[in-house]
């Protein structure tokens, strides 16, 4: 081979060489590669079990509640196609879900709730309020009003994420004819909470309540393939998946769990709504739910059309006026 035949070899693999590069040099730090418009970030919508805590009638008194912990005792990793992964099958932050719920009950009106799970940190600034005052203003007893007491509690909420399952249910459904079909599949997971209050003053489990929600999936498909003409062949696919997030499900069992052991509490006179008359009918209807006798749908359904009716007047009927009047 002469070099006159290595030479346009040579500069085609330089110029292929070249061309690669272009394409794979991304300028800027990578930032042409990012769209002109994101989606914005957004406050998530109130969840079903959301609007039922807050529709919950205000208490006689605030409970004065401590949250220690509400951890994920499953101990399960992600699974994955290849295997599992490092990364938790449910999310770390069930604790501060459950904190949220507690402000919900009653749009901030049934818990006071003291922080516990970080009190390390609030100590080590209170003491170095103390180090501060004692140092700059010489107190040696610190002012009571610049530095009072803590809050404590009175009942302390424990438990956890106790089982996460899935596929639960399975299945899927499918047609095709002439090489055109589609297809439709789905699949279930359960997560599993439980909650219970504990006396302070005498370690006794008051309540306890176990809630769990469902973790839906599904996919849509449809496809194509087929000759429409002489060596003219058609394939084309297309296709949808919805997944529900599994922080919004378990978001959603903490708080019915959360609703549950105020329910439980107003039936064994832990606690009491102000106005236990017109409170009364929501627990009727909780205990139909958690005997078997009402579906969670159809409590639902009744805190969702009470909720958008409007205030409600009593029309009294004077008889005897209209029967004075002939009417």
């Known amino acids: 081979m002469s070099i006159a035949d ?45 609007l039922l805590l807050n529709d919950l009638p205000s208490p006689e008194r605030s409970v004065a509640v401590a949250v220690y912990g509400f951890t994920d005792q499953t101990g399960q990793f992600k ?7 490092l990364s938790r099958a449910v999310t770390q932050g069930a604790g501060s879900m459950l904190v949220k719920a507690l402000q919900e009950a009653g749009r901030r009106s049934w818990f006071t709730i003291v922080e516990r799970e970080r009190l390390d940190n609030l100590l080590k600034e209170r003491q170095i309020i103390r180090e501060m005052r004692q140092r700059y203003l010489g107190e040696e007893n610190i002012n009571a009003q610049a530095l009072p007491a803590l809050l404590f509690a009175g009942v302390l909420l424990e438990g956890g994420i106790v089982g996460y399952d899935t596929n639960t ?22 997560v599993t909470v439980y909650l219970r209050a504990i006396s302070v003053r005498t370690g006794e489990v008051l309540t306890n309540v176990t809630a769990s929600k469902t973790i839906a999936s599904q996919a849509i498909g449809a496809s194509a393939f ?23 499900a378990l978001q959603q069992a903490i708080e019915k769990a959360l609703y549950g052991v105020i329910m439980e509490g107003v039936e064994l006179e832990l606690w009491r709504f102000a106005d236990m008359e017109k409170a009364w009918p929501m627990v009727v209807s909780y205990k ?3 005997d078997g006798t009402y579906d969670p749908e159809d409590v639902q359904r009744a805190a969702q059309k009470w909720r958008e009716s409007g205030p409600m007047s009593v029309i009294e009927n004077n008889m005897e006026e209209k029967r004075g009047n002939g009417s």
């Open 6 to 50: 290595i030479l346009p070899r040579a500069a085609f693999g330089l110029l292929a060489t070249s061309a690669l590069a272009a394409c794979t040099t991304v300028g800027n730090s990578g930032r042409d590669l990012i769209p002109e418009q994101t989606s914005f970030a957004f406050f998530p919508s109130k969840t079903q079990t959301q």
């Open 288 to 290: 139909r739910e958690r």
């Open 79 to 85: 699974p994955n196609e290849s295997g599992q992964t």
């Open 226 to 248: 087929k000759f429409v003409a002489f060596r003219e062949l058609l394939e084309a696919e297309a296709g949808i998946t919805t997944n529900e997030p599994d922080q919004v």
């Open 169 to 190: 249910v399975t299945g899927g459904a499918g047609a095709a004819f002439l090489g055109i079909g589609a297809r439709q599949e789905y699949r279930q997971d359960t």
